[in-house]
């Protein structure tokens, strides 16, 4: 990488890289994040490695792995690394905000108009469209995905072994990554046995402490400053629900959906069951992680509880203390990645955590494109084994059509993603025209 200097403390910046040209790169990749993390990987590396080629492939793939171990967004955490890696602490501000602001935007007014109480069916008709286009980009970047990360029978056997537990068995996310890492360390790690890793990396335990203490206190101090202040309850509510949420995200957004809508449905009685899925339904056909269904939450909630002012806070709360220990996490451990991920059996348990997450995200294309496709799914039960089937009669024939148009666009023509999710919003918003005038 061309330009690319140590720093003295394993941050790397390149002096090419001029603020105006990171904030474009990072702006266009923060609006055309959609997809879900499989899909905004793919667009990281498309852009990132392809494109601007500031980001080798060995260092794209080892920030990749180690993202995946902490809690939170995967694909901000890596858009924050690259960030630091160009520019430092100011770089990762930006590149990791740029990743999520646009989509808190959109997620915002969407939940200040559904909590206003209108069903919005331009709105639906649009996502109707763009869910379409969400399928393809996922499939493709699952294949992205898997061609990077699968180069051995080692890779094959984890993805494979990953894809069975978590789709079939329902084992938790840590566990398939402990049991991955694992794997690695042993069977991929003795290949370079005897090695000693000499990348360049790490930073002074007084640095990192600093750094800790620093966004520890940036991560709670409006929390803090809520309960000095009193009065806001339910805001003081939704920043020690999610800063726990926080700490426990492991696997992204649909690996803690479950407890998320658990404690937000029946604990909290925030929001009722459907709502909770109109969220989630929400931020998948939205820029940005998959995660910004908490805004939602946190809007709709605060809004019950004091009106629009008070619903506008509570998704900043949550929005802060959702991300806030992304920047920690990154901030405290960049520093240290590449020497991580030099030493020979840590690099082989990295690269099978990346194979197994390959298993994970095609478990969580066919766990989407069964939601998005049809209306009515069961779970059936076989011994230790668990399958959601669909009712083939309530198949959507639109969204499969918006898929396949999406299809010969991304897949055989190749085109831009933007002008494919513009045609698939377009034919949404078709449909919808036609059952308004049927209806």
């Known amino acids: 990488m061309t330009g690319v200097a140590d720093s003295g403390a394993g941050v790397h910046r390149d002096s090419t890289v001029t603020w105006r040209r990171l904030f474009s790169v990072f702006w266009r990749i923060g609006i055309l994040s959609f997809g879900g993390p499989a899909a905004q990987i793919a667009l990281m590396h498309r852009v990132l490695v392809e494109e601007e080629g500031w980001l080798d492939e060995a260092r794209f793939l080892g920030a990749l792995s180690f993202c995946m171990l902490l809690p939170g967004p995967e694909a901000m955490q890596l858009a924050t690394y690259s960030g630091w890696q160009l520019r430092g602490v100011p770089g990762g501000l930006v590149a990791g905000l740029l990743f999520v602001v646009p989509g808190a935007l959109v997620v915002l007014g969407l939940a200040m108009l559904y909590a206003a109480g209108g069903h919005l069916p331009v709105v639906a008709a649009l996502f109707l469209g763009i869910k379409g286009a969400v399928l393809v980009i996922v499939i493709e970047a699952l294949l992205?995905?898997?061609?990077?990360?699968?180069?051995s029978a080692v890779h094959w056997i984890v993805a494979g072994l990953a894809f069975v537990g978590i789709f079939f068995l329902s084992v938790p996310f840590p566990v398939i990554i402990l049991l991955s890492a694992l794997a690695g360390f042993f069977l991929l790690g003795g290949r370079g046995a005897g090695q000693i890793g000499s990348a360049r990396g790490g930073a002074p335990l007084s640095g990192t402490a600093r750094t800790v203490a620093l966004w520890m206190a940036v991560w709670w101090a409006p929390v803090l400053l809520l309960v000095a202040v009193g009065g806001y309850d339910i805001l003081v509510q939704l920043g020690n629900f999610f800063s726990r949420l926080a700490v426990v995200t492991f696997g992204g957004a649909y690996a803690v959906l479950a407890y998320l809508a658990q404690d937000v449905v029946t604990h909290h009685g925030w929001l009722t069951a459907g709502e909770m899925m109109d969220g989630l339904g929400l931020?998948?056909?939205?820029?940005?992680?998959?995660?910004?269904?908490?805004?939602?939450?946190?809007?709709?909630?605060?809004?019950?509880?004091?009106?629009?002012?008070?619903?506008i806070a509570g998704a900043l709360v949550t929005l802060w203390v959702t991300f806030a220990p992304c920047f920690l996490w990154i901030f405290a451990g960049a520093p240290y990645i590449e020497q991580l991920t030099a030493q020979p059996r840590l690099k082989g348990a990295l690269e099978a955590i990346t194979a197994a997450v390959v298993g994970v995200i095609l478990n969580l294309s066919i766990w989407f494109g069964l939601h998005v496709l049809f209306a009515e799914l069961s779970s059936r039960q076989s011994g230790p084994l668990k399958l959601l089937v669909p009712d083939w009669y309530s198949l959507d024939w639109r969204v499969l059509a918006v898929g396949a148009v999406s299809a010969a666009m991304?897949?055989?023509?190749?085109?831009?993603?933007?002008?494919?999710?513009?045609?698939?919003?377009?034919?949404?918003?078709?449909?919808?025209?036609?059952?308004?005038?049927?209806?």
């Not at 940005?288 to 002012?309: D, K, M, N, Q």
């Not at 377009?426 to 005038?437: K, S, T």
């Open 410 to 439: 991304l897949l055989w023509r190749h085109q831009s993603l933007m002008r494919t999710l513009a045609v698939a919003a377009l034919m949404g918003l078709g449909f919808g025209a036609m059952g308004y005038i049927a209806g």
């Open 283 to 311: 931020a998948e056909t939205t820029p940005g992680p998959l995660i910004l269904v908490t805004e939602f939450v946190g809007y709709i909630a605060a809004y019950r509880a004091g009106g629009l002012s008070m619903g």
């Open 144 to 151: 992205r995905v898997a061609n990077r990360a699968l180069h």
